[in-house]
């Protein structure tokens, strides 16, 4: 620990958090959050101006490729040690009803669901936190079985968008109002109001919201009629071939494909899957954006690790001509090869 951990400031312990993550020191991470709340900060800010932006950070540098996967591994689970650190130091007894925090199935980025389960907690809110990957049929079974006021439901990846609308549907069927965040729904929630749920931006904005149950069940229906063109649910069907279809073009076009570990060939038919399912999401809630945003992160993921732009754009193009009678989705692919022309510039 140095010095500046003596003060009881965020700003003057947020780097000495951020060295207890990378060096997986739990003991002194919890120390850190101990010390600010006997200083007399509030549990809450705790959680949202240290726990939550050295967890970006983590991501941040993952992304960068100056973390491995073990390391960031590490950390997130250091960072939740501390937020039950913080649960305990404060022990809020639940005055209010029950609201049950989830998230998506398939979404394994837990953390920031624990966070605003928390922050509920601390507002009086008698909260059970499901953790990561929900499936909707177990969601629905413990609805049925505990009275809850709401659902609270997160989502990091886009790509979850067509699952969380099931969920969201079967949540409501049980007269249960459900409210979402994350970034799987847009920065801006867009996605959200394209499913005609409600979004908030923040813990603190998801307490809010659950104070006023108008404005809770008070939202617009879903925007889907373009799903009667039939490409999202084609494309979903297809996802296998197209995958085994892109690895096969791959290999063919790049030689050294072929001499992939089984590591390195499992990272390959990762990417490729990932590249149909955001194709799909974004033909789900039709909106390229959610597609090109992909792209452009995937191409700063792998240029750091050193993957050339042009297998991806091989993909693309790949991909685009097994769906050339899908127009919604050629023209997203279209456009993801155009964010990838950009990117290829700007590293040359």
Known sequence: MTAATQDTSLEAAYPDYLHCLAEADEHSAIEVAHRLLDGGVAADRVL??????????????????????????????????????????????????????????????????????????????????????????????????????????????????????????????????VLVGGRGFGVDGRWARRLGVPWAPSAPAAADLFDDERALRAVPPADLVHLADDEYASLVSRRGELIDSALAE???????????????????????????????????????????????WLATILGSREVPVATMDASLEHYGRLLHDFPRAVGHLQRGRAVLAVANRQAA
């Not at 992939?260 to 899957?273: E, R």
Request: aromatic share 8%; with cysteine; hydrophobic share 50%.
């Open 48 to 177: 949202l101006d240290l726990v939550a932006p050295a967890q970006a950070e983590v991501g941040e540098r993952w992304a960068r490729n100056e973390w491995s996967v073990a390391q960031e591994h590490a950390a997130t689970h250091i960072s939740e040690r501390v937020v039950a650190a913080v649960a305990a130091y404060v022990d809020v007894r639940p005055t209010r009803a029950r609201i049950v925090v989830a998230c998506m199935d398939g979404e394994w980025h837990a953390l920031p669901a624990r966070l605003v389960a928390e922050v509920l907690r601390l507002r009086g809110w008698d909260v059970t936190f499901l953790g990561a990957s929900v499936p909707a049929a177990h969601l629905v079974s413990y609805l049925h079985r505990y009275d809850a006021y709401a659902v609270a439901l997160a989502s990091a990846l886009p790509m979850r968008l067509p699952h969380a609308h099931r969920m969201i549907e079967a949540c409501r069927r049980s007269d249960v109002p």
């Open 250 to 296: 791959l290999a063919r076009r790049f030689p050294a494909v072929r001499d992939h570990s089984p590591a390195q060939l499992d990272a390959t038919v990762s990417d490729l899957g990932y590249i149909v399912d955001f194709l799909a999401a974004a033909l789900y809630v039709d909106d390229g954006s959610l597609f090109t945003e992909f792209i452009e």
